[in-house]
């Protein structure tokens, strides 16, 4: 089955700087790559998604890009601010994706210092 | 839209009884509905998919006796934890989708405490 791996587990930067988190996953039949943010007690909250016909995508000061060969994808957060201090995970589908269902990464704990 | 509302948000409850959280689609249809457990600063991990009709398929090392699921309708599935114990406590989250999409739509969570 999907095997998702993301690195780091924690960063830390300045506010201002930029902050890239790395996923792998090992299903080479996979075709959509979510982030998901999340604050504590809540629900995971999707930030910004990439399918595998494209190799990057961007969201004002958040962006995505796939390397399909390599399987791995990345989200890229510039300009960091104290409000995007959460925990973040990427995941991708089984090759028998059934309609939303994801494997997900290990999470990173993102801390952006004032 | 794609609304996913999860009940209860919180729920206390003590060891050996069973506790039951819904999770419904709102304004869909929802074909496969999902539940995760989450431990404290861990990841979401998948315990079973839940189809309309039919019986849930859980992951290795789900006790299916234990998570019983139920998915009676295609906008609700229900997990119950029975005979609840301490280390049941965690947090439970659903989410719900469709044969024809490959998004997520998360319920709110439940946060499961066992005394």
């Known amino acids: 089955g999907e095997n998702v791996e993301q690195h780091p587990s924690t960063l830390s930067v300045q506010e201002g700087d930029s902050a890239v988190i790395k996923c792998t996953y090992s299903?080479?039949?996979?075709?959509?790559f979510p982030w998901y943010k999340q604050e504590l007690g809540k629900r995971p909250q999707l930030i910004i998604d990439?399918?595998?016909?494209?190799g990057e995508k961007k969201d004002q000061r958040i962006a995505v890009t796939l390397n399909k060969t390599a399987k791995h994808f990345s989200l890229h957060i510039t300009e960091t601010q104290p409000e995007d201090s959460a925990v973040y995970f990427c995941?991708?589908?089984?090759?028998?994706?059934?309609?939303?269902?994801?494997?997900f990464g290990q999470g990173t704990e993102l801390s952006v210092k004032p | 839209g794609a609304v996913v509302s999860q009940h209860p948000s919180r729920v206390i409850c003590k060891s050996g009884t069973s506790v039951k959280i819904e999770c419904r689609s709102l304004?869909?249809?929802?074909?496969?509905m999902f539940w995760y457990r989450q431990f404290p600063k861990k990841s979401l991990m998948l315990m079973a998919t839940?189809?309309?009709?039919?019986?849930?398929?859980?992951e290795q090392g789900v006790e299916k006796d234990k998570f019983l699921i139920n998915h009676a309708s295609l906008t609700l599935s229900t997990l119950t934890v029975t005979s609840a114990h301490p280390e049941d406590s965690s947090f439970y989250i659903c989410?719900?989708?469709?044969?024809?999409?490959?998004?997520?739509?998360f319920g709110q969570g439940t946060r499961l405490t066992v005394v």
């Open positions: 990439i399918r595998s016909n494209v």
């Open positions: 989410s719900a989708g469709t044969a024809a999409n490959t998004e997520a739509f």
């Open positions: 299903d080479s039949a996979s075709n959509y």
């Open positions: 304004d869909f249809q929802a074909t496969t």
């Open positions: 839940s189809n309309e009709g039919s019986k849930a398929t859980y």
């Open positions: 995941a991708a589908p089984p090759f028998y994706n059934q309609g939303g269902k994801l494997i």
